[in-house]
């Protein structure tokens, strides 16, 4: 299985629990598993983990992704095929989508694309399901269940990859 990280799990991640200062060994098991093929992130959703000048928590976030061996780790190494990018919006968010609203739904489509390219590969978000929710306000999980992409939180991928503190022991 390989899990492609939405960059809310990142940003939420430091932002709550697995802070960069606070918690190495997480961002140190995910460029382990990263390194071995098991978590990776799409450089459009990687490229969302920005930092923010005057902003010291984001920074931190941001100067440890930017670290070349944790950046070479994580990036997924393939081209999207855009016309999978453009039944995902059109197929998972709605086939006649202005351009407010395709800014709006912003750099997901391309995730999801990635995970409908091979059999067997996960999404991992922070988003939670709003299955009411329309065109540009759809969530990913809603997302991959129209389009049969399997898709799980943080919390599931720490589960199914056995996270813990001593986990390099």
Known sequence: ???????NTLITA????Y???????FW???????AHGRIKMPIETFEEVKGETGNADKDKL???VQDRAFRDAI???EDVDIATVQDVLSKGYAADLDDAEIERIGRDPFLIAYVLAAGDRCVVSGEVSRPKAQRANRRVPDVCATLGARCCNI??????????TGWDS
């Open 1 to 7: 299985m390989l899990y492609l990280l939405d960059a």
């Open 14 to 17: 430091h932002n709550t629990y």
């Open 19 to 25: 802070a960069v200062n606070r918690v190495p060994e």
């Open 28 to 34: 140190t098991w995910l460029a382990h598993h990263g």
């Open 62 to 64: 941001f100067a440890h």
């Open 75 to 77: 990036v997924l190494k």
């Open 155 to 164: 919390v599931t991928l720490i589960r199914e990859l056995d996270f813990t």
